[in-house]
């Protein structure tokens, strides 16, 4: 089982849609959970950064996180075609120190006009 | 002003050969990873260097040598390329290492290899 399970799409949507992308997770120790959102042929950008659970909100988009069932989720609200995109969920430990982010495996998003 | 650079973009060589991928970053971050990304777009870390000193090693053949000549510079060294490495390579950095960090990276656009 990986330690980081993400439904890889693609997820089409209409324009203006709530768009909901979630991951879930093994490892109880993760506290520092992210999205990143990768456009084609380019590197993964950070969209939303939470630190345990709660919700964070910044403009159009929603991170939720739900440790005690182990789940996170990204709302996207208005979906726009700019939108469109590979997201990934990240998280991680604060173990130790020398923090090792684990990646979900994407899902491809297309709003479509 | 690009924060995380990579050279090159692309890599098009043979099975056998050497080749290397160079990273600078110009955010000031102590910390700088390699990630491989594969062709289903899973993002694996390789190696992490804080301040120059090597503190992340996952499982990766040695074939692939890292060398960080300063904090602002990391450099990926590929000998005896197979099929099995052709993947986007990203540099990334953070500003933050040991307890303090986050997990906030910060990527370069990637380095595309493909072995033939």
């Known amino acids: 089982q990986k330690e980081v399970e993400q439904d890889p799409g693609p997820l089409s949507v209409p324009e203006g849609a709530i768009v909901s992308l979630n991951c879930t997770y093994s490892?109880?120790?993760?506290?520092?959970f992210m999205w990143y959102r990768q456009y084609s042929r380019k590197g993964p950008e950070l969209l939303m950064y939470?630190?345990?659970?709660g919700n964070k909100e910044d403009g159009r988009f929603t991170a939720q996180v739900d440790k005690s069932s182990k789940y996170i989720s990204l709302f996207i609200r208005d979906s726009q075609p700019s939108d469109s995109a590979t997201y990934l969920c990240?998280?991680?430990?604060?173990?130790?120190?020398?923090?090792?982010?684990?990646f979900g495996t994407g899902t491809k998003l297309q709003v479509i006009p | 002003d690009t924060a995380v650079s990579q050279t090159p973009k692309y890599l098009v060589t043979q099975m056998g050969n050497d080749k290397s991928i160079k990273c600078e970053q110009n955010l000031g971050h102590d910390t700088m990873y390699w990630y491989k990304q594969d062709s289903k777009k899973f993002l694996k870390i390789m190696f992490s260097y804080n301040n120059k000193e090597l503190i992340i090693n996952e499982t990766v053949p040695n074939r692939f040598s890292p060398k960080s000549p300063d904090k602002a510079h990391l450099n990926l060294h590929i000998n005896s390329l197979e099929l099995g490495d052709s993947a986007v390579y990203f540099c990334?950095?953070?500003?933050?290492?040991?307890?303090?960090?986050?997990?906030?990276?910060?990527f370069g656009e990637g380095s595309r290899l493909t072995v033939l």
């Open positions: 939470t630190y345990s659970s």
């Open positions: 490892n109880s120790a993760f506290q520092y």
């Open positions: 990240a998280m991680s430990d604060g173990e130790g120190g020398y923090q090792k982010v684990t």
């Open positions: 990334a950095s953070s500003q933050k290492a040991g307890a303090e960090a986050t997990g906030e990276l910060f």
